[in-house]
């Protein structure tokens, strides 16, 4: 396929942009796709456009894996305050104001984070201050989705302007060919201040002797705008330097500020702000380069970003790409490296659509975490000064979603890229020791967001080493979390970003660990109830580190303390519930409410306390009563499945409080409840085409749920190397695991049809648990299932065998 881009890239080149669609038309039949690469690669079996629509937020544009440039549009629907979604794409919002050079994959919060530097070509002539164009009327453009092509590590798309764009990147640098119609003047507007969110600074030089545009924006203030406490986000936290340079001398340029307009000038400085609609609308610098393109309609131009200087954004630059490089060049590289991430896992068999979900769902969970050091081992620090990599460390990486990822991302990660867990296992670390010792639940480049509840790092680096990640100072690690664990902190009595980025990580400790509970009155959280689940969780994480560490007080502490979900367990209604200071219960009570929970109901929260099913389950009455309830948890009265969402009591898959829960049935003794189950969310929920995730992917968490569903695998627990067993969907699959013996599953009969479990070989051994241990990452081994189209009520239910 990047022969097919080649040829087109040419093509472009001597034609112009008007010819974009032709020559794709050319190269492939019908409507553009994003299955481009040669078959029988990974690549081919990706399209980046899945999740791009239904709240997905996605982003389709061009990125390696981790990397820290992403070259993607910023949609607008009519505000150049917003685009229409988080992260800067929206599918059915088919204008754009520019090609932004950093992303975030399927974060909330719209309009997402980051977004920095979108530039736009713009056919036509510079007349006034893009800033002034506040409804994106003059200076943003149309396009077709039929001129629009994404795969991995490249992105092309034609304007109904005329003009166009085909980008690629490598980690830190991109290359990109505009070109432009020969009857229109032409320009490159590089809009220095529009972060998504705004920006507090801005500033932008043309240097006209060397055909250079530099700048950089200060920025930073992810949920700035959301409603439950945004506004103490509305902060800046780190600066972003550019460094263009082209082929060719500039026709002409200008800058802007404002609504002043500036022919001429080489120099612009000035933010947006932070607020949105009409508070910001308005405001900011930039500026442009025009070409001539009487007889050249074709722009080349190198770039190179950095989040510690000018100097680094071009060492980078120079580092990753060679001078000559065009962009098929970069685009052939970034597809083999593509290929080579993504062949960690290879599956056979399947239909095509399966394919490209499960191709596309491990591309999307293998974006992140994303660099932030330079080539020269420098990057941003929490305390806002530079700092180099710890020895051993071989990258620093950042974007954390910690309330998301812990429960399958991070998993993913160890499964599959031990090395670079550990990378970031320690980079958190870096970050904390520059914190002042405090680990953000939600990181930003090298900024704490505090987004969200918990203590997320905790459970995150105890599921690192307990799935055998150890390129980490995990002794260094595991102090410092134990510490935010037992010793309070001022921040913790604080309400500001309450209640959805209350800036404490472990909120009032002082009265946690007396009443083994956050009470609701006095917990300065988002809610009490989920902040002792999300604590309990993270404590018996660390109890679960400490053992493997050999620290057994410790170990018995931190376990002990994973048991307190208990005192927020109310018999008298069977639900997690909210307590007051003085040990009464908050009424009035609702299962369908979200009073005392973050961003989910107690009908949900209720089943997150994957430390301790049988303890759950004994609560509630014993296995049976407790398998009836989760069956009413997946189903409606009448016994229709109800797993697609917008049920207050039941099950929602666009979130992440309870996407552990269709895999409690195998710890309950009824393991082909899981099966059919975990079919139903799979075969109904995700998909192909925009709509295919079920919604935010927070950062590929979703994405990396729907690839362990599919290989029949789920986590048990934060902490635990332990995995439990589904019906796989492929009959043949192969994880690839750096430096220890591969894990091979297999499951002939799999179809549509064959979807329980009728028994299960681990190395040609009967295996009558549906779960595995810890050996199983350590040594390897081959799984061998027995499907059939029935359930078979009695693999693995045997009482002494069930998860623990």
């Not at 088919?94 to 977004?115: D, E, F, K």
């Not at 200071?581 to 299962?591: K, Q, R």
């Amino acid at each position: 396929m990047f022969d097919v881009l080649s040829r087109s890239g040419a093509l472009l080149r001597r034609t112009g942009a008007l010819a974009l669609a032709a020559v794709l038309s050319l190269a492939l039949p019908g409507p553009l796709t994003a299955t481009a690469a040669p078959a029988g690669r990974p690549t081919a079996s990706v399209d980046p456009l899945i999740g791009s629509a239904n709240g997905g937020n996605t982003y389709p544009g061009a990125t390696r894996p981790y990397g820290m440039i992403a070259w993607s549009p910023t949609s607008t629907t009519g505000d150049q305050t917003s685009t229409g979604a988080a992260n800067g794409y929206e599918y059915n919002a088919r204008r754009i104001r520019g090609l932004s050079l950093t992303h975030v994959n399927g974060a909330g919060c719209n309009p997402g984070a980051a977004g920095d530097v979108p530039i736009m070509p713009f056919a036509g002539d510079v007349t006034s201050s893009p800033s002034a164009d506040t409804k994106d009327a003059v200076y943003a453009a149309g396009f077709s989705h039929d001129d629009e092509r994404a795969v991995p590590g490249r992105y092309t798309l034609g304007l109904d302007s005329g003009a166009s764009a085909d980008l690629s990147v490598s980690r830190r640098a991109g290359v990109a060919d505009f070109a432009f119609p020969r009857t229109k003047a032409a320009s490159l507007l590089f809009r220095t201040s529009n972060s998504l969110n705004g920006s507090e600074d801005a500033h932008i030089a043309i240097d006209r002797a060397h055909h250079k545009v530099t700048g950089w924006v200060l920025t930073g203030a992810f949920c700035g705008r959301r409603a439950n406490g945004g506004v103490n986000n509305r902060k800046s936290y780190y600066k972003l330097y550019f460094s263009a340079s082209f082929d060719r001398a500039f026709s002409s340029y200008g800058t802007w500020h404002d609504a002043t307009y500036s022919p001429g000038s080489t120099s612009a400085s000035g933010g947006e702000g932070y607020a949105t609609g009409a508070e910001r609308a308005g405001r900011g610098s930039g500026g442009w380069v025009g070409f001539d393109t009487a007889s050249d309609n074709d722009v080349h131009m190198r770039l190179g970003i950095s989040y510690v200087s000018l100097a680094g954004a071009e060492t980078n630059l120079r580092a990753e790409i060679p001078p000559r490089a065009s962009v098929d060049d970069v685009a052939a590289q970034a597809s083999r490296d593509w290929d080579r991430e993504l062949s960690s896992v290879r599956a056979d068999g399947g239909t095509a659509a399966q394919r490209t979900t499960f191709t596309t769902a491990l591309y999307h969970a293998l974006m992140q975490p994303n660099i932030v050091s330079d080539t020269d081992g420098r990057y941003p620090g929490m305390d806002g000064r530079p700092h180099r990599l710890a020895r051993g460390q071989s990258a620093q990486y950042s974007n954390f979603s910690g309330w998301d990822q812990y429960r399958a991302q991070i998993q993913l990660l160890a499964l599959l890229k031990p090395e670079v867990a550990g990378d970031f296992a320690q980079s958190l670390y870096n970050f904390a020791r520059q914190n002042d010792g405090v680990w953000d639940r939600w990181v930003h480049v090298n900024g704490a967001t505090h987004v969200m509840t918990g203590d997320p790092s905790a459970a995150t680096l105890a599921t690192f080493y307990a799935m055998g990640v150890r390129n980490f100072d995990y002794e260094g690690a595991f102090a410092s979390l134990a510490r935010q664990a037992t010793e309070p902190r001022a921040d913790g009595l604080s309400d500001a970003g309450c209640p959805g980025q209350c800036t404490g990580q472990r909120p009032n400790l002082a009265q946690y660990l007396t009443s083994h509970y956050a009470a609701q009155d006095v917990c300065h959280c988002w809610g009490g109830a989920a902040e002792t689940l999300e604590d309990a969780v993270a404590d018996a994480a660390l109890g679960s580190w400490a053992k493997l560490l050999g620290r057994d007080d410790e170990a018995a502490y931190f376990t002990e303390r994973g048991s307190w979900w208990r005192n927020v367990f109310n018999p008298a209604t069977g639900y997690i519930q909210a307590r007051n200071l003085d040990g009464s219960w908050v009424t009035p009570f609702d299962p369908g409410s979200d009073r005392g929970f973050a961003q989910g109901t107690s009908a949900t929260y209720t089943w997150m306390v994957p430390q301790d099913v049988p303890g759950l389950a004994a609560a509630m009455g014993g296995r049976e009563t407790a398998a009836a309830r989760l069956d009413g948890f997946f189903h409606t009265a009448d016994g229709s499945w109800s797993v697609k969402g917008g049920d207050a009591l039941r099950y929602d898959p666009t979130n992440e409080p309870g996407i552990h829960a269709p895999w409690l049935y195998n710890a309950l003794g009824r393991p082909w409840k899981t099966q059919a189950t975990v079919g139903r969310i799979v075969s109904t929920v995700y998909g192909t085409g925009p709509a295919g995730l079920p919604g935010n992917d927070d950062l590929g968490t979703m994405s990396a749920w729907y690839v362990f569903a599919a290989l029949g695998l789920f986590p048990k627990a934060p902490g635990s190397a332990d995995l439990l067993l589904g019906a796989p969907l492929f009959p043949h699959a192969v994880v690839d695991r750096p430096g220890r013996a591969d894990l091979v599953i297999d499951a002939p009969a799999a179809d549509a049809t064959h979807t329980y479990i009728a028994g299960v070989r681990l190395d040609g051994r009967d295996h009558r648990r549906s779960w595995t241990d810890a050996g199983l990452l350590r040594r390897g081994g081959t799984l061998t299932h027995r499907l059939s189209e029935r359930p078979d009520t009695g693999w693995a239910t045997d009482p002494a065998g069930l998860p623990r």
